[in-house]
């Protein structure tokens, strides 16, 4: 077999003992999985060593608390973030590789909502296999899989010859500075995933730009002509045209990422006028440059002020590239499914942190969960999440 080919291969009798470690420790992961999701870890007021509230501290707190337990080395890096590492092992005569590989997920959850709910939110409600509560999904479920998956590999005497981490993130859902400051601080890894969004792994992520379009007074115009001007605007570019953004001519299709969406819009305010804000899920076959330039072409047509006030590129991995055939391996040999890869419209971490991709924790056909009021995670795809994480995090450290 070719080189690439031995990457991916693991013994038949290995790969059994692995997946049946991950059965054997998986009472403990769920119950971890629990009593960490039963921490509300919504962003809060920062202070000292805790940029992102109390609540998001303690979670993290508990969380290396339990790694450590786990024989894992921790890190706080201030709060911002923290991870679980299991340094590199090589066998005797070998050389460590270079760098690490990493799941990357996180801690911090949106908030709760006041309506909706069948059980407490925090209550981590079991009930027929199912564990219903804010976070188990989004992400502390899946995050806690990998640290599991991790633990079975540490158990079972196995040695990377990569040092590998389990990454926990605080600041994921509000703004991924938890990320600048970890990348501030350390280098990215030579390959990894993070397991925030849906398999099989997914190669390519669109485009996400923030957009506000405010109004602004010709000479002579009094509020009251200035807000109609507005309104006509927002009846033609918005409620009466397509998701897609051919009104303001950034209507784009790709055969790999789909087509353009517009989305989120919210009304705002800008200095007494009226604006609004939306933002624009884009393939490759446009670039950030050339949205806004359309974009301000329509702005200044409408007297309008276009600000820019986020943007992330899109990312694409070969498919064929050693991380994505490794995940595609590992995903099908645990599920039996079919794991060609696939895009996603969504944004992950994978915008901001180099050479990972998502990869889980959602099945197909799991759509509409995390974010909504009884989000959930079932107990049997937990163990399968971390069955299939450790698998790969055995093959990327290898």
């Not at 059965?23 to 769920?30: G, R």
């Not at 340094?87 to 270079?98: D, F, I, K, W």
């Not at 040695?159 to 350390?186: A, M, Q």
Request: proline share 6%; with cysteine.
């Amino acid at each position: 077999m070719s080189t690439e080919e031995e990457v991916l291969a693991i013994e038949p009798e290995l790969e059994k003992r692995i997946l049946d470690e991950v059965d054997a420790i998986a009472d403990e992961m769920i119950e971890a999985i629990r009593a960490i999701v039963r921490q509300k870890s919504v962003q809060g007021e920062p202070a000292e060593g805790a940029p992102f509230g109390a609540d998001v501290r303690a979670a993290l707190d508990q969380t290396l608390e339990r790694a450590s337990a786990l024989g894992f080395e921790t890190r706080d890096l201030d709060g911002y973030m923290g991870y679980a590492s299991w340094a590199a092992e090589p066998a005797e005569g070998e050389e460590a590789l270079p760098g690490y590989v990493c799941a990357l997920g996180h801690l911090d959850v949106v908030p709760e909502g006041s309506t909706g709910w069948k059980v407490p939110p925090y209550s981590a409600h079991l009930e027929n296999g199912r564990i219903t509560s804010r976070g188990v999904l989004d992400n502390k479920g899946p995050v806690y899989a990998c640290l599991y998956a991790l633990w079975a590999l540490k158990r079972l005497g196995l040695s990377p010859k990569r040092e590998v981490r389990v990454i926990f993130g605080c600041n994921e859902e509000t703004g991924f500075n938890d990320l600048r400051y970890y990348l501030d601080h350390e280098p990215a890894p030579v390959m990894g995933f993070t397991p925030d969004c849906k398999y099989p792994v997914v190669y390519a992520e669109r485009g996400r730009m923030a957009v506000r379009l405010a109004a602004k007074a010709a000479a002579g115009e009094d509020a009251s002509a200035l807000q109609q001007r507005f309104f006509s605007f927002m009846n033609e570019y918005v409620l009466n045209a397509k998701p897609n953004g051919e009104r303001f001519g950034i209507d784009c299709a790709d055969p790999e990422f789909g087509v353009t969406e517009v989305r989120n819009y919210k009304l705002a305010e800008v200095d007494g006028a009226p604006a609004v804000e939306f933002a624009v899920s884009y393939p490759a076959g446009i670039t950030a440059a050339e949205l806004e330039e359309k974009l301000g072409a329509v702005a200044d047509a409408q007297g309008l002020e276009l600000t820019v006030t986020g943007n992330f590129n899109p990312v694409r991995f070969e498919k064929d590239c050693r991380l994505v055939r490794t995940l595609v391996y590992t995903y099908e040999h645990v599920t039996g499914a079919d794991g060609a890869p696939v895009t996603t419209t969504g944004g992950t971490y994978a915008k901001l942190m180099p050479n990972i991709v998502p990869f889980g924790p959602s099945f197909p056909g799991q759509k509409g969960i995390g974010h909504q009021p009884n989000e959930w995670m079932d107990v049997a795809d937990l163990v399968t999440n971390a069955k299939i994480y450790a698998l790969s995090l055995y093959l990327l450290s290898r």
